[in-house]
């Protein structure tokens, strides 16, 4: 015959044991109906705050832990369970190699935009090219040969010969607008990089806060991770964590930027290379030697590309004014002394100081069309012959002006092809890296309603459990014990 529990606690007989017996309290199934309640509220809490984020840039997908709440010294087997923590999915690993692929990818990008606006500035093939204008002074050298005595062909030799002057004053200073709308970029983007830098100083801080206090912290990492994306793409740095990564160092090369609260700023000069400097906390300054990203390209693009390219237009150009002028001294005019066919005002810049002689262009009978130490003869062309000669026919000493700039346009094409084959290979494999890394940190909307959808039903079991233990309560409290009443 049953006896009735004196109080709320009940001696149940644990099936095959002898005589050991379980105190248990009916209130804990209250405590273990809420702590279920809570951890179904909290991941469902977890799971739309991703729903929310599904198309947020950089927002890694969060999962809540959940861990029993082990009872000890207690006849309770155990008290429910909670939400241990909100964790990001993220894997270090691809993070690390695609900020690697940003930094290439963004290097060969910049290059491609200054290759492109070379070629635009190059005009070639066009009417307006370069090799159109030497085609035209040629021409006209050629025709002043045959008809050393006609005044409109020498006055054309005059005016192509300022045409092409002006043409490569022209590319002289489109080419050093471009070089200086890069180092403008450069300026930009160092810029950029000190004050990324200064905001992951902060987030660091707010990042060991929260944790600290045990609060969430995915966004803030989250946002942290997507300033370090943007850095590495800039500047091409690398990340190292600190502890259990609530703070980062960052590093550029081997100087770093970022020392958890602590920043590092950088600056450039040009002279005339491009030369990035490290400023330390005491106001020292080093020289970078490595960087990557958008300022290693522009920094090539400046160095080697565009002003080697100018190098070598300035070197072809120089060629062609000194042999020329050798060429027209040795002539003689039909009136007027001999002089030089160009005139140069400043040595050590060719393409924006050079202009046909004024004696010339005054009077295009002093240009010295007759050989020196021929008779003079009104007939005489040789020595227009010898100077078409010089701008078409390659000499022992240097080439002709079309294999040369055949030459120079073949290494410039040569660099677009290398670099455009890197920027397609670049984006490549930042698409695949990136598919991994969504695969890995990103929302699905269809997974996490599934999710939602357990959690739900978690829920409801949760508060069928509290109706149940309340109505043992009730049948305890109202029902039982009134025997003899």
Not at 63 to 92: C, F, T, W, Y
Not at 97 to 104: D, F, N, P, S
Not at 438 to 447: N, Q
Not at 463 to 478: F, G, K, P, Q
């Amino acid at each position: 015959m049953r006896s009735p529990c004196p109080g709320l606690w009940c001696s149940i007989s644990a099936p095959r044991a002898s005589k050991e017996v379980m105190q248990l309290s009916t209130f804990s199934v209250f405590e273990i109906g809420k702590s279920a309640l809570i951890a179904a509220r909290r991941t469902m809490d977890v799971t739309g705050h991703n729903i929310a984020n599904a198309a947020t840039p950089g927002y890694s997908r969060q999962h809540a832990m959940l861990e029993p709440i082990i009872q000890r010294n207690s006849p309770v087997s155990g008290a429910g369970v909670r939400a241990a923590d909100i964790v990001r999915i993220r894997d270090k690993f691809v993070d690390a190699v695609l900020r690697t692929e940003y930094a290439r990818r963004q290097s060969f990008e910049v290059k491609q935009e200054a290759l492109d606006h070379l070629q635009v500035v190059l005009a070639e093939p066009s009417d307006s090219s370069l090799r159109n204008a030497v085609d035209s002074f040629w021409a006209a050298w050629q025709d002043l040969a045959a008809s050393p005595t006609s005044q409109s062909a020498r006055s054309q030799v005059m005016e192509t010969g300022r045409s092409l002057v002006d043409l490569f004053a022209h590319f002289g200073s489109q080419i050093d607008s471009l070089s200086r709308d890069i180092e403008i970029n450069i300026e930009s983007v160092v810029a950029r990089v000190n004050l990324l830098c200064e905001k992951v100083a902060g987030l660091n801080i707010e990042i060991g806060r929260a944790l600290a206090r045990r609060e969430p912290a995915s966004d803030l990492q989250d946002e942290r991770d997507l300033i370090l994306d943007e850095l590495a793409e800039l500047a091409g740095t690398n990340v190292s964590q600190i502890g259990d990564g609530d703070q980062v160092r960052v590093n550029l090369g081997s100087f770093p930027l970022v020392d958890r609260d602590i920043t590092y700023k950088l600056r450039v000069l040009f002279e005339p290379d491009t030369v990035l400097k490290w400023v330390s906390g005491a106001g020292e300054e080093q020289t970078v030697d490595f960087a990557g990203g958008a300022l290693a390209g522009c920094q090539e693009a400046r160095d080697d590309i565009v002003r080697g390219f100018r190098d070598k237009l300035e070197s072809l150009f120089r060629s062609i004014v000194d042999d020329i002028n050798t060429i027209h001294l040795e002539g003689f005019p039909l009136e007027g002394d001999s002089s030089e066919f160009f005139a140069v005002s400043n040595p050590n810049d060719y393409l924006r100081s050079v202009s046909v002689h004024p004696s010339i262009v005054q009077s295009p009978r002093t240009i010295c069309v007759s050989r020196k130490g021929d008779p003079l003869d009104p007939l005489d062309g040789s020595n227009a012959y010898r100077i078409a000669d010089r701008l078409k026919v390659d000499g022992p000493d240097s080439p002709g002006f079309v294999q040369a700039w055949t030459a120079i346009l073949g290494e410039v094409g040569a660099v677009g092809q290398k670099v455009g084959a890197g920027l397609k290979v670049g984006e490549l494999l930042v698409k695949e890296l990136q598919n991994r890394k969504d695969s890995i940190s990103g929302v699905s909307v269809d997974e996490e309603v599934a999710n939602l959808m357990r959690e739900q039903h978690a829920f409801n079991a949760a508060s069928r459990l509290i109706t149940v233990a309340d109505e043992m309560i009730d049948t305890i409290i109202t029902r039982m014990g009134l025997a003899g009443r």
